[in-house]
């Protein structure tokens, strides 16, 4: 039944997430602390990293995040219709990036993204003890100090969505005429 993409997959192959219609009426709010881009703690609670994916798993399993139906690109040519459930992954995939939203200049987040497909490209080809797979490690050890602070997240029937984000290596500014005081300082011939 999963191998057509046109068919839902029925409700009884998920172990991990509930369905929407089974979750509670009211969201779960989660706040992931990072320190250097590993999450430390979730709720102020610390803990040892598997740990905290699996106290994560629970709160989106049971508010229904972490469904994924797509289609896959094999290494062989044809494509797959792939369901999986990977309620900790979304969540702290989604927690991680938007940090790194905050806190990395656009330049180094935009090759960021490049980087995290060409990597995830060669872990799915057999291509882990490669050069080009160093490199971009290089690249991620320099960037990933900045990622500190924390996300707030809020899950509801299957969503998670941001709602709070702080660091203190924001490069966001407080407020729009600071911003307008930077841009004018830039601009100016001192500024440049």
């Given at each position: 039944?999963?191998?057509?993409?046109?068919?839902?997959?029925?409700?009884?192959?998920?172990?991990?997430?509930?369905?929407?219609?089974?979750?509670?009426?009211?969201?779960?709010?989660?706040?992931?602390?990072?320190?250097?881009?590993?999450?430390?703690?979730?709720?102020?609670?610390?803990?040892?990293?598997?740990?905290?994916?699996?106290?994560?798993?629970?709160?989106?399993?049971?508010?229904?995040?972490?469904?994924?139906?797509?289609?896959?690109?094999?290494?062989?040519?044809?494509?797959?219709?792939?369901?999986?459930?990977?309620?900790?992954?979304?969540?702290?995939?989604?927690?991680?990036?938007?940090?790194?939203?905050?806190?990395?200049?656009?330049?180094?987040?935009?090759?960021?993204?490049?980087?995290?497909?060409?990597?995830?490209?060669?872990?799915?080809?057999?291509?882990?003890?490669?050069?080009?797979?160093?490199?971009?490690?290089?690249?991620?050890?320099?960037?990933?100090?900045?990622?500190?602070g924390s996300i707030r997240m809020k899950l509801f029937k299957g969503s998670c969505r941001v709602v709070g984000r702080q660091s203190p290596y924001s490069l966001c500014h407080p407020s729009?005429?600071?911003?307008?005081?930077?841009?004018?300082?830039?601009?100016?011939?001192?500024?440049?």
């Amino acid at each position: 039944m999963l191998e057509d993409p046109s068919t839902e997959p029925p409700e009884d192959i998920y172990l991990l997430t509930r369905s929407p219609q089974q979750c509670p009426d009211e969201p779960a709010y989660i706040v992931i602390d990072f320190e250097q881009g590993v999450p430390v703690r979730a709720n102020g609670i610390e803990m040892p990293l598997v740990e905290l994916i699996e106290s994560i798993e629970t709160i989106a399993g049971a508010h229904g995040v972490g469904r994924i139906d797509m289609v896959e690109n094999r290494l062989v040519g044809p494509k797959s219709r792939e369901v999986y459930e990977a309620p900790s992954a979304v969540l702290l995939h989604t927690a991680h990036r938007e940090l790194e939203m905050l806190v990395v200049p656009r330049d180094l987040e935009r090759l960021g993204r490049h980087l995290g497909r060409a990597y995830a490209d060669l872990v799915y080809n057999g291509l882990w003890f490669t050069p080009t797979r160093e490199a971009i490690d290089g690249f991620v050890a320099k960037v990933q100090p900045r990622v500190t602070g924390s996300i707030r997240m809020k899950l509801f029937k299957g969503s998670c969505r941001v709602v709070g984000r702080q660091s203190p290596y924001s490069l966001c500014h407080p407020s729009p005429s600071a911003a307008d005081a930077d841009l004018q300082a830039a601009e100016s011939p001192a500024g440049r």
